[in-house]
């Protein structure tokens, strides 16, 4: 179980890496396309996936616009707000434990979620911590504003709170240049307003150099590596018909092996992060925490 979102400095394959990953979950999985500049889900991946049993398709009625409207409508702020949320969400395949959330369709309607980002992100986390779902963010391009992540045009409420960022770069000497300030500004801004610089890695997709390399020469770990397939790619960019060898191409073999040990790396940290946190309350719990030391170190 975790929460993971994927980024990239430009178009380097974030979505079709993202889809890979969720449909190569052996758990429960909800993908969220957070991608301010608008999604493309709804015109590829999940175009021709009917829902429920009326055989519903895909339109402009569902999907993230939705939700500031749905958030607004609520009678308090202490109503839940799941079930506005699980109505906007659609099946990325034929089975029922594998979700979407279709992305903007205008990138002029990214302003109408700031009021909405802290609910939406409570609940992927409870997705995430009491339903045990794997749940992937789609965070498309990244777009800063003096260093720091856009409040408008990046969902940074929802990256600087995940266990887990992911920045995917191409293995080509192009990508690596472009995703080298990223590297430098997301490790900034998860240090000053997140969960610590150390949520950010690579996720390397393709081939050419070697992983290491990669992470020596942007300062930044390698957490997945995915070989690129083009035939499984296209399916997972435009939908449709599944080419025959799809679920055991290389890019989505790769998928299912990488998913346990990002899962691990994101429990590890979640843990980490809340042994850290532990503070005392008050100075008087301070006081006693301190003369129980004491005692201890005249019982010895």
Sequence with gaps: MALIALVSAKSDGVTTSAAALALASRRPVL???????????RH???????????HERLDGTIGLH??????????????????????????????????????????????????TWPTLLNVLQLTDQQLHWDVLVDGGRMVLEGGRLHPVLSPAPVLREADLVLLVVRMTEESQALAYP?????????????????????????????????????????????????????????????????TRSRLMRAARET????????????LHLQMRQVRAATPAVERIVQHLAQRGVRHD
């Design 182 to 246: 990223m590297v430098r500004a997301l490790q900034d801004d998860l240090a000053t307003h997140g969960s610590g610089a150390r949520a950010l890695g690579l996720l390397v997709l393709g081939d050419g150099y070697r992983p290491a390399d990669v992470a020596r020469g942007l300062d930044a770990p390698v957490l997945a590596a995915l070989p690129w397939d083009e035939t499984a790619a296209a399916y997972l960019r435009t939908g449709g018909r599944m080419p025959r060898g799809v």
């Design 259 to 270: 998913m346990a040990p990002l899962r691990e790396h994101a429990d590890r940290r979640r």
């Design 31 to 41: 993908l969220a396309e957070l991608d301010m500049a608008g999604g493309t889900l």
């Design 66 to 115: 939705r939700l500031p409207q749905a958030d607004w409508e609520r009678a308090s702020a202490e109503q839940d707000f799941t079930p506005q949320v699980a109505q906007h969400l659609w099946p990325l395949d034929d089975s029922d434990y594998r979700v979407a959330l279709p992305g903007l369709i205008d990138p002029r309607q990214a302003a109408s979620l700031t009021s």
């Design 44 to 54: 590829g991946l999940l175009r021709d996936v009917p829902r429920g049993e009326h």
